[in-house]
Protein backbone atom coordinates (compact mmCIF):
# COMPACT_ATOMS: atom_id res chain seq x y z
CA UNK A 1 0.00 0.00 0.00
CA UNK A 2 1.61 3.21 -1.12
CA UNK A 3 1.08 6.32 0.57
CA UNK A 4 -1.26 9.09 -0.50
CA UNK A 5 1.52 11.76 -0.46
CA UNK A 6 4.87 10.77 1.21
CA UNK A 7 6.61 14.34 0.52
CA UNK A 8 3.69 16.26 2.15
CA UNK A 9 5.56 16.93 5.64
CA UNK A 10 2.92 15.36 7.98
CA UNK A 11 3.10 12.39 10.03
CA UNK A 12 1.80 8.90 8.43
CA UNK A 13 -1.15 7.74 9.65
CA UNK A 14 -2.38 4.14 9.53
CA UNK A 15 -6.06 3.90 9.19
CA UNK A 16 -6.98 0.37 10.58
CA UNK A 17 -10.80 -1.02 9.35
CA UNK A 18 -11.83 -4.20 10.55
CA UNK A 19 -14.44 -5.52 8.38
CA UNK A 20 -17.63 -8.34 9.19
CA UNK A 21 -20.17 -8.83 6.79
CA UNK A 22 -19.98 -5.17 5.13
CA UNK A 23 -21.34 -5.38 2.22
CA UNK A 24 -23.85 -7.25 3.11
CA UNK A 25 -24.68 -4.92 4.72
CA UNK A 26 -24.47 -2.51 2.22
CA UNK A 27 -21.48 -0.13 4.27
CA UNK A 28 -18.51 -1.14 3.12
CA UNK A 29 -18.66 1.04 -0.37
CA UNK A 30 -19.83 4.40 1.47
CA UNK A 31 -17.04 4.04 4.03
CA UNK A 32 -14.02 3.62 1.96
CA UNK A 33 -15.03 6.13 -0.37
CA UNK A 34 -15.20 8.69 2.32
CA UNK A 35 -11.64 7.78 3.50
CA UNK A 36 -10.47 8.25 0.12
CA UNK A 37 -11.65 11.73 0.16
CA UNK A 38 -9.94 13.07 3.28
CA UNK A 39 -7.67 16.13 2.56
CA UNK A 40 -5.43 14.82 4.87
CA UNK A 41 -2.27 14.20 2.45
CA UNK A 42 -0.34 11.47 4.48
CA UNK A 43 -2.07 8.01 5.29
CA UNK A 44 -2.47 4.43 4.83
CA UNK A 45 -5.35 2.09 4.83
CA UNK A 46 -5.14 -1.80 6.30
CA UNK A 47 -8.56 -3.02 5.70
CA UNK A 48 -8.59 -6.46 8.11
CA UNK A 49 -11.83 -8.80 7.29
CA UNK A 50 -12.90 -10.82 10.05
CA UNK A 51 -14.48 -13.89 8.46
CA UNK A 52 -17.11 -12.42 6.45
CA UNK A 53 -18.79 -14.73 4.68
CA UNK A 54 -20.40 -11.96 2.04
CA UNK A 55 -18.53 -10.38 -0.84
CA UNK A 56 -16.74 -7.88 1.05
CA UNK A 57 -13.16 -9.37 0.72
CA UNK A 58 -13.69 -9.75 -3.68
CA UNK A 59 -15.41 -6.35 -3.26
CA UNK A 60 -11.79 -4.77 -1.47
CA UNK A 61 -9.43 -7.11 -3.34
CA UNK A 62 -10.94 -5.83 -7.09
CA UNK A 63 -12.04 -2.01 -6.33
CA UNK A 64 -9.12 -1.25 -3.73
CA UNK A 65 -6.18 -3.80 -3.27
CA UNK A 66 -5.59 -4.71 -6.91
CA UNK A 67 -4.86 -1.22 -7.36
CA UNK A 68 -2.64 -0.64 -4.11
CA UNK A 69 -4.88 1.69 -2.64
CA UNK A 70 -5.24 -0.38 0.30
CA UNK A 71 -3.47 -3.54 3.01
CA UNK A 72 -5.73 -6.44 2.30
CA UNK A 73 -5.96 -8.83 5.66
CA UNK A 74 -8.19 -11.64 5.84
CA UNK A 75 -8.67 -13.54 8.88
CA UNK A 76 -10.11 -17.19 7.95
CA UNK A 77 -12.71 -16.50 11.27
CA UNK A 78 -13.99 -13.53 13.12
CA UNK A 79 -11.30 -13.19 15.70
CA UNK A 80 -13.30 -10.48 17.64
CA UNK A 81 -12.08 -6.56 17.98
CA UNK A 82 -9.23 -6.55 19.12
CA UNK A 83 -7.51 -9.10 18.31
CA UNK A 84 -8.24 -8.49 14.29
CA UNK A 85 -7.12 -4.76 15.11
CA UNK A 86 -3.69 -6.36 17.07
CA UNK A 87 -3.21 -8.14 13.66
CA UNK A 88 -3.77 -4.70 11.55
CA UNK A 89 -1.85 -2.81 13.60
CA UNK A 90 1.27 -5.41 12.97
CA UNK A 91 1.26 -4.22 9.32
CA UNK A 92 1.04 -0.62 10.05
CA UNK A 93 3.72 1.90 9.75
CA UNK A 94 2.14 5.31 10.60
CA UNK A 95 3.19 7.39 13.59
CA UNK A 96 0.12 7.48 14.64
CA UNK A 97 -2.74 4.74 14.54
CA UNK A 98 -6.57 5.25 13.18
CA UNK A 99 -9.19 2.86 14.05
CA UNK A 100 -12.85 2.76 12.34
CA UNK A 101 -15.71 0.96 12.34
CA UNK A 102 -17.01 -0.27 9.15
CA UNK A 103 -20.18 1.44 9.18
CA UNK A 104 -19.01 5.11 9.49
CA UNK A 105 -18.41 7.56 6.93
CA UNK A 106 -15.78 10.46 7.86
CA UNK A 107 -15.84 14.39 7.21
CA UNK A 108 -13.34 14.99 4.48
CA UNK A 109 -11.28 17.23 7.03
CA UNK A 110 -11.89 14.55 9.98
CA UNK A 111 -8.02 13.31 9.91
CA UNK A 112 -6.87 16.80 9.62
CA UNK A 113 -8.46 17.74 12.79
CA UNK A 114 -7.36 15.02 14.69
CA UNK A 115 -4.11 15.18 13.69
CA UNK A 116 -3.98 18.67 14.69
CA UNK A 117 -5.47 18.03 18.31
CA UNK A 118 -3.23 15.35 19.15
CA UNK A 119 0.02 17.50 17.91
CA UNK A 120 -1.30 20.92 19.44
CA UNK A 121 -1.90 19.80 23.19
CA UNK A 122 0.89 18.53 25.57
CA UNK A 123 0.66 14.95 26.72
CA UNK A 124 -2.60 14.16 24.02
CA UNK A 125 -2.25 10.67 23.30
CA UNK A 126 -5.87 9.54 22.18
CA UNK A 127 -8.29 12.01 20.47
CA UNK A 128 -12.04 11.35 20.51
CA UNK A 129 -14.15 12.48 17.29
CA UNK A 130 -17.39 13.95 16.58
CA UNK A 131 -19.63 11.38 16.06
CA UNK A 132 -23.39 11.64 14.69
CA UNK A 133 -25.80 9.57 14.07
CA UNK A 134 -25.52 8.22 10.51
CA UNK A 135 -29.25 8.88 9.35
CA UNK A 136 -30.01 11.98 11.90
CA UNK A 137 -27.46 13.97 12.03
CA UNK A 138 -28.20 16.45 14.62
CA UNK A 139 -28.64 13.80 17.10
CA UNK A 140 -25.21 12.81 18.50
CA UNK A 141 -23.61 9.18 18.81
CA UNK A 142 -20.72 9.74 21.18
CA UNK A 143 -18.60 12.83 21.90
CA UNK A 144 -15.92 10.91 23.68
CA UNK A 145 -16.17 8.43 26.56
CA UNK A 146 -17.19 8.30 30.07
CA UNK A 147 -16.83 5.67 32.94
CA UNK A 148 -18.90 4.27 35.73
CA UNK A 149 -17.58 3.37 38.69
CA UNK A 150 -18.33 -0.28 38.56
CA UNK A 151 -16.42 -0.70 34.75
CA UNK A 152 -18.81 0.03 32.41
CA UNK A 153 -17.82 2.73 29.83
CA UNK A 154 -20.74 5.44 27.96
CA UNK A 155 -20.86 7.30 25.24
CA UNK A 156 -20.42 10.87 26.19
CA UNK A 157 -23.34 13.28 25.16
CA UNK A 158 -25.43 9.84 23.61
CA UNK A 159 -28.74 10.28 21.80
CA UNK A 160 -28.88 14.46 22.89
CA UNK A 161 -29.99 17.26 20.08
CA UNK A 162 -26.38 18.25 18.41
CA UNK A 163 -26.75 22.46 19.58
CA UNK A 164 -23.39 23.31 19.84
CA UNK A 165 -23.18 22.41 23.40
CA UNK A 166 -19.81 20.13 22.27
CA UNK A 167 -17.67 22.87 20.60
CA UNK A 168 -15.17 23.31 22.63
CA UNK A 169 -12.11 21.14 22.57
CA UNK A 170 -11.69 19.02 25.91
CA UNK A 171 -10.43 16.17 27.73
CA UNK A 172 -12.34 13.34 27.99
CA UNK A 173 -11.62 9.84 29.25
CA UNK A 174 -10.79 8.14 25.94
CA UNK A 175 -11.86 7.68 22.97
CA UNK A 176 -14.81 5.44 21.24
CA UNK A 177 -12.97 2.73 19.35
CA UNK A 178 -15.32 3.56 16.46
CA UNK A 179 -13.70 6.71 15.58
CA UNK A 180 -10.04 7.01 17.26
CA UNK A 181 -6.59 8.42 16.42
CA UNK A 182 -3.82 7.10 18.71
CA UNK A 183 -0.53 7.70 19.45
CA UNK A 184 1.64 4.52 18.04
CA UNK A 185 3.64 4.57 21.39
CA UNK A 186 0.25 3.76 22.75
CA UNK A 187 -0.17 0.21 20.96
CA UNK A 188 3.57 -0.74 21.65
CA UNK A 189 4.11 -0.07 25.09
CA UNK A 190 0.55 -1.46 25.98
CA UNK A 191 0.87 -4.19 24.06
CA UNK A 192 -2.42 -3.75 22.27
CA UNK A 193 -5.98 -4.50 22.85
CA UNK A 194 -6.43 -7.28 25.09
CA UNK A 195 -6.96 -10.81 23.03
CA UNK A 196 -9.57 -12.07 25.71
CA UNK A 197 -12.06 -9.43 25.36
CA UNK A 198 -13.56 -10.27 21.61
CA UNK A 199 -16.15 -7.52 21.70
CA UNK A 200 -17.19 -4.42 23.24
CA UNK A 201 -15.14 -2.54 25.81
CA UNK A 202 -11.65 -2.78 23.93
CA UNK A 203 -11.96 0.70 23.58
CA UNK A 204 -12.05 1.16 27.50
CA UNK A 205 -8.97 -1.22 28.01
CA UNK A 206 -6.78 0.36 25.34
CA UNK A 207 -7.70 3.44 26.98
CA UNK A 208 -7.16 2.95 29.89
CA UNK A 209 -4.10 1.80 29.23
CA UNK A 210 -2.80 4.83 27.45
CA UNK A 211 -3.67 7.11 30.28
CA UNK A 212 -2.10 4.65 33.28
CA UNK A 213 0.90 5.32 30.67
CA UNK A 214 0.76 8.75 31.20
CA UNK A 215 -0.92 10.02 28.44
CA UNK A 216 -4.12 11.88 28.17
CA UNK A 217 -7.22 12.16 25.65
CA UNK A 218 -8.85 15.14 23.86
CA UNK A 219 -12.04 15.34 22.00
CA UNK A 220 -11.91 17.40 18.67
CA UNK A 221 -15.15 19.23 17.86
CA UNK A 222 -14.80 19.92 14.72
CA UNK A 223 -13.70 15.99 13.42
CA UNK A 224 -16.97 14.78 12.19
CA UNK A 225 -17.89 11.09 11.90
CA UNK A 226 -21.27 9.71 11.32
CA UNK A 227 -21.96 6.36 12.33
CA UNK A 228 -24.87 3.80 11.51
CA UNK A 229 -24.73 2.44 15.22
CA UNK A 230 -24.16 -1.17 15.57
CA UNK A 231 -24.95 -2.06 11.90
CA UNK A 232 -22.27 -4.95 12.63
CA UNK A 233 -23.90 -6.17 15.60
CA UNK A 234 -27.46 -5.38 17.25
CA UNK A 235 -27.75 -2.60 19.80
CA UNK A 236 -29.62 -4.82 22.13
CA UNK A 237 -28.46 -8.44 21.89
CA UNK A 238 -28.01 -10.78 24.45
CA UNK A 239 -24.43 -11.11 22.98
CA UNK A 240 -23.78 -7.44 23.57
CA UNK A 241 -25.31 -7.62 26.38
CA UNK A 242 -22.89 -10.63 27.66
CA UNK A 243 -19.95 -9.04 26.58
CA UNK A 244 -20.42 -5.47 27.72
CA UNK A 245 -21.03 -6.94 31.38
CA UNK A 246 -18.43 -9.43 30.96
CA UNK A 247 -15.68 -6.96 30.34
CA UNK A 248 -16.27 -4.78 32.15
CA UNK A 249 -15.55 -6.82 35.14
CA UNK A 250 -12.56 -7.60 34.00
CA UNK A 251 -11.98 -3.79 33.44
CA UNK A 252 -12.54 -3.41 36.94
CA UNK A 253 -10.36 -6.40 38.51
CA UNK A 254 -7.22 -5.14 35.67
CA UNK A 255 -7.35 -1.52 36.33
CA UNK A 256 -9.09 0.00 39.22
CA UNK A 257 -7.95 0.65 43.14
CA UNK A 258 -8.78 -2.06 45.26
CA UNK A 259 -11.12 0.35 47.51
CA UNK A 260 -12.96 0.94 44.26
CA UNK A 261 -13.51 -2.28 43.38
CA UNK A 262 -14.70 -2.97 47.19
CA UNK A 263 -17.00 -0.60 46.60
CA UNK A 264 -17.87 -1.23 43.18
CA UNK A 265 -21.37 -3.90 43.88
CA UNK A 266 -23.13 -0.91 45.24
CA UNK A 267 -22.58 0.94 41.97
CA UNK A 268 -23.91 -2.25 40.28
CA UNK A 269 -26.82 -3.30 41.93
CA UNK A 270 -27.81 0.63 41.57
CA UNK A 271 -27.23 0.25 38.11
CA UNK A 272 -29.32 -3.03 37.92
CA UNK A 273 -32.11 -1.59 40.14
CA UNK A 274 -32.64 1.18 37.65
CA UNK A 275 -32.64 -1.35 34.70
CA UNK A 276 -35.19 -3.16 35.99
CA UNK A 277 -37.10 0.22 37.20
CA UNK A 278 -36.62 0.92 33.06
CA UNK A 279 -37.54 -3.03 31.99
CA UNK A 280 -41.20 -2.82 33.61
CA UNK A 281 -42.15 1.05 32.49
CA UNK A 282 -40.68 -0.30 28.76
CA UNK A 283 -38.13 2.38 28.43
CA UNK A 284 -34.01 2.95 28.55
CA UNK A 285 -31.76 -0.53 27.48
CA UNK A 286 -33.94 -3.05 29.41
CA UNK A 287 -37.08 -2.00 27.79
CA UNK A 288 -35.48 -2.43 24.67
CA UNK A 289 -33.93 -5.75 25.43
CA UNK A 290 -37.15 -6.97 27.32
CA UNK A 291 -39.03 -5.93 23.57
CA UNK A 292 -37.38 -8.82 21.64
CA UNK A 293 -36.24 -11.33 24.22
CA UNK A 294 -38.08 -12.78 27.42
CA UNK A 295 -37.08 -12.13 31.03
CA UNK A 296 -36.01 -15.17 31.54
CA UNK A 297 -33.51 -14.79 28.82
CA UNK A 298 -32.48 -12.31 30.53
CA UNK A 299 -31.69 -14.08 33.07
CA UNK A 300 -29.65 -16.63 31.44
CA UNK A 301 -27.47 -14.36 30.22
CA UNK A 302 -26.83 -12.82 33.24
CA UNK A 303 -25.84 -15.86 35.11
CA UNK A 304 -23.45 -16.58 32.02
CA UNK A 305 -21.64 -12.98 32.47
CA UNK A 306 -20.93 -13.94 35.99
CA UNK A 307 -19.78 -17.62 34.80
CA UNK A 308 -17.33 -16.38 32.39
CA UNK A 309 -16.45 -13.25 34.74
CA UNK A 310 -15.36 -15.88 37.51
CA UNK A 311 -13.20 -17.90 34.93
CA UNK A 312 -11.17 -15.22 33.96
CA UNK A 313 -10.31 -13.48 37.44
CA UNK A 314 -7.05 -15.58 37.15
CA UNK A 315 -5.81 -13.48 34.34
CA UNK A 316 -7.13 -10.30 34.84
CA UNK A 317 -5.36 -10.57 38.34
CA UNK A 318 -2.04 -11.66 36.85
CA UNK A 319 -2.46 -8.22 34.18
CA UNK A 320 -3.59 -6.46 37.13
CA UNK A 321 -0.15 -7.02 38.71
CA UNK A 322 2.00 -6.47 35.31
CA UNK A 323 0.22 -3.06 34.61
CA UNK A 324 0.77 -2.04 38.66
CA UNK A 325 4.51 -2.37 37.52
CA UNK A 326 3.99 -0.30 33.90
CA UNK A 327 2.04 2.43 34.99
CA UNK A 328 3.14 5.99 35.14
CA UNK A 329 0.50 7.68 37.66
CA UNK A 330 -0.67 6.25 41.11
CA UNK A 331 -4.24 5.29 42.39
CA UNK A 332 -5.36 8.91 43.64
CA UNK A 333 -4.62 9.70 39.76
CA UNK A 334 -7.03 6.84 38.58
CA UNK A 335 -9.83 8.37 41.69
CA UNK A 336 -9.96 11.55 39.66
CA UNK A 337 -10.78 10.63 36.34
CA UNK A 338 -13.49 7.84 37.77
CA UNK A 339 -14.84 11.35 39.27
CA UNK A 340 -13.54 13.63 36.50
CA UNK A 341 -15.40 11.38 34.09
CA UNK A 342 -17.69 9.62 35.41
CA UNK A 343 -21.33 9.14 33.57
CA UNK A 344 -24.84 9.27 36.25
CA UNK A 345 -26.83 6.11 36.44
CA UNK A 346 -29.70 7.18 34.91
CA UNK A 347 -27.70 8.04 31.58
CA UNK A 348 -26.41 4.60 31.45
CA UNK A 349 -30.09 2.58 32.53
CA UNK A 350 -32.71 5.61 30.87
CA UNK A 351 -30.99 6.68 27.31
CA UNK A 352 -31.11 4.37 24.38
Keep these: MINKNEDSGKKLVSLIILNYNGIELNIIPACLSSIFALTYPNFEVIFVDNGSHDSSVLYVQEKYAARGLVTLIV??????????????????????????????????YWLDEMVNTIENNAGCGMVASKT????TRDIIDNVG???YPDGLNWARGKMEKDQGQYEIETEVAFPSGCAALYRREIFERAGGFDDDFFLFGDDTDIGLKGRLLGFSCVYSPKALVYHRYSATAQPYSPQKFFFVE????????????????LKSPFHTLTRYFMHFYALLKGEGVGGKFIQEYSGLHLIKVFF??????AKGVFRMMQKRKKWAQKRTVDSTEIKRWLKQFRVTVRDVTLKV
Design 75 to 108: NEKNLGYGTANNIGFKHARGDYIALLNNDTEVDQ
Design 132 to 135: LNFY
Design 145 to 147: HLL
Design 246 to 261: RNRIWILIKFFPLDTI
Design 304 to 309: SVYCSA
